[in-house]
C-alpha cells in the first residue's frame, strides 16, 4: 500500500490527453495499442467497445486493484487504482506514454492539455455535504445561515483552480465530489459510496512540440507530489479522515 493509500479507503493515479478534434480511432491502431499494452501488463485482459464508441481495456475490478485505459473520442485516459506503491504506478503510466503516440499516431497540434489526477476516496454512508462541511469549515459569514431552526447542508463541494505560471498554462485544481442527494437526507437512507477528492495538475500543450508525453508525467507528477504532501494531506485529506473517523 502507498503512503497515500494508508491514508484513504481508495487511491489512484490517473493521466489524461484532452485532444482538440476526435480521434477516429481505427481499429488496427486500437488493437495493436492494447495488444501492446497488455504485453507490458499481463492482467489487462478485459478489452471492449462500449454503445458510446470508446474503447476500454482493464484488469479486474474485483482484485481490489487494477489498471485501466479508456480510448475515448477526444480524451485518452489511464488510471491505477490502488497500487502496490507509487513507483509501480508511475511505471505503468510512463511505459503508456511512452508508446502511445507512435501506435495511435498522436500529432501534438492536436493536444489541448495533459492532465496527471489523483484520487482519494472515502467511505462514508451518511450526509457526505455535511461531513466536508465539518472537516474543512464554512467562511464565518455563513453562520448564521446554519443556525437557522432545522436547517442542514444539502449541497457542500469547494473546488478551487489556481495557476502555476504567468502564463496561466500551468494549473492545478483541487475539487471534492459529494454522493448525497436531498432524497437521502430527508429519509436518512444513505448510499454506501465515497467522498471523492480529486487534486489535478494540468499543461496546456499550445505551441508546445515536444510529443514526449511520458516527461510530461513525470515533471506534472513530480509538482502534483509536492503540492499534494505540504497542502493536500495536511490541509484536506487528513481533517476530512479524522471527522469520518470520529463520526463512525
Given at each position: 500500500?502507498?503512503?497515500?493509500?494508508?491514508?484513504c479507503d481508495d487511491?489512484?493515479?490517473?493521466?489524461?490527453?484532452?485532444f482538440k478534434l476526435d480521434q477516429g480511432w481505427t481499429r488496427e491502431s486500437v488493437i495493436h495499442f492494447c495488444d501492446a499494452l497488455r504485453?507490458?501488463?499481463?492482467?489487462m485482459t478485459d478489452f471492449e467497445r462500449k454503445e458510446t464508441g470508446e474503447y476500454t481495456l482493464e484488469e479486474d475490478r474485483e482484485l481490489g486493484t487494477h489498471r485501466t485505459v479508456t480510448l475515448e473520442a477526444k480524451r485518452l485516459n489511464a488510471g491505477f487504482v490502488n497500487p502496490e506503491d507509487m513507483e509501480a504506478a508511475d511505471a505503468f503510466h510512463e511505459n503508456l506514454w511512452d508508446i502511445a503516440p507512435a501506435y495511435l499516431n498522436?500529432?501534438?497540434l492536436d493536444v489541448e492539455a495533459y492532465d496527471v489526477t489523483t484520487c482519494f476516496d472515502f467511505n462514508y454512508s451518511g450526509n457526505h455535504d455535511e461531513v466536508v462541511a465539518e472537516a474543512l469549515g464554512l467562511a464565518n459569514q455563513f453562520d448564521s445561515l446554519l443556525a437557522m431552526p432545522g436547517s442542514r447542508i444539502l449541497n457542500y463541494e469547494p473546488t478551487i483552480l489556481m495557476a502555476l505560471d504567468e502564463q496561466c498554462k500551468l494549473q492545478c485544481r483541487l475539487?471534492?465530489?459529494?454522493?448525497?442527494?436531498?432524497?437521502?437526507v430527508r429519509t436518512g437512507q444513505f448510499a454506501d459510496a465515497p467522498i471523492t477528492v480529486y487534486f489535478t495538475v494540468r499543461q496546456y500543450w499550445a505551441r508546445n512540440p515536444s510529443s514526449d508525453f511520458k516527461a510530461a508525467y513525470q515533471s506534472l507528477r513530480k509538482q502534483a507530489a509536492e503540492i499534494i504532501d505540504a497542502?493536500?494531506?495536511?490541509?484536506?485529506?487528513?481533517?476530512?479522515?479524522?471527522?469520518?473517523?470520529?463520526?463512525?
Open positions: 500500500m502507498t503512503a497515500y493509500g494508508s491514508l487511491f489512484g493515479v490517473y493521466s489524461h490527453i484532452n504485453r507490458a501488463n499481463p492482467g498522436i500529432n501534438t475539487n471534492i465530489e459529494t454522493r448525497t442527494s436531498p432524497f437521502m497542502h493536500v494531506i495536511p490541509s484536506v485529506i487528513r481533517p476530512l479522515a479524522q471527522t469520518i473517523a470520529t463520526r463512525q
